[in-house]
């Protein structure tokens, strides 16, 4: 079955310094997505990807976030100056279509800022 | 504002009995809810979904119930099983909202021996 796949799995970074999240979704989907859980709380959404540009993003995805689909198979999150408060697991996800459609959910990347 | 909550934190349930998961959702507008199960360290894991014009829907072993009137939805899982032990996630979607999710608070359900 097709899966969305993350790396790394856990990385532990300095405040203040960059992390790039890679993603590769489901190979025919066209909407990708980045969402947050801090632990112990609920999941949360940080932005929405559609052809090649951000179609939605939440107050959380500020100037210090961005994403990327470099190529035609991997989404990027990067986090420029990381905070202490950016730890969380971090997940992508992905859909065939837009609003309606099942969201498939990769396994998460682990972060811990310290 | 909107929101979608969980009335119950943690469900113990004994093996082979059936649970029921429940969540209230507070925006009228919403027309797309997803219930999500969760293992621990792993992500979202779509179980089954239900569009706003249905009030019932079965996958396997697994019935979602929508209930318009009062906000209302659940997840009932037939013959509870140990690999069920899980946290559960409602969440829902407008579709003026493009296909951003709002997730419910999430119901851990333990099944028992």
């Known amino acids: 079955e097709p899966e969305v796949t993350q790396t790394p799995s856990h990385q532990v970074t300095q405040m203040g310094q960059e992390v790039i999240l890679r993603c590769v979704p489901i190979?025919?989907?066209?909407?990708f997505y980045w969402y947050r859980q801090i632990l112990g709380q609920k999941v949360e959404f940080l932005v929405s990807?559609?052809?090649?540009?951000?179609?939605?993003k939440s107050e959380i995805f500020d100037d210090q976030f961005s994403v990327e689909r470099p190529d035609g198979s991997n989404f990027t999150l990067k986090i420029r100056s990381t905070k202490l408060e950016d730890s969380a697991m971090y997940f992508c996800?992905?859909?065939?279509?837009?609003?309606?459609?099942?969201?498939?959910f990769g396994e998460g990347s682990w972060l811990t800022v310290v | 504002g909107e929101s979608v909550g969980l009335h119950l934190p943690t469900l113990s349930v004994q093996e082979g009995d059936n649970s029921i998961i429940n969540c209230a959702y507070s925006?009228?507008?919403?027309?797309?809810f997803i219930w999500y199960k969760q293992e621990s360290g792993k992500g979202p894991q779509f179980i089954i979904d239900?569009?706003?014009?249905?009030d019932k829907r079965q996958g396997q072993r697994v019935t979602v119930l929508l209930n318009k009137t009062v906000k209302h939805l659940s997840l009932q899982i037939a013959a509870t099983q140990p690999g069920d032990s899980a946290v559960y996630f409602c969440?829902?979607?407008?579709?003026?909202?493009?296909?951003?999710?709002?997730f419910g608070g999430g119901t851990r359900v333990l099944v028992k021996p």
């Open positions: 996800a992905s859909s065939l279509q837009g609003s309606g459609n099942t969201i498939y």
């Open positions: 190979s025919n989907h066209l909407y």
């Open positions: 990807f559609y052809n090649n540009e951000i179609s939605e």
């Open positions: 925006n009228s507008a919403s027309d797309y």
């Open positions: 239900i569009r706003s014009n249905m």
């Open positions: 969440a829902e979607n407008r579709a003026a909202a493009g296909n951003k999710l709002t």
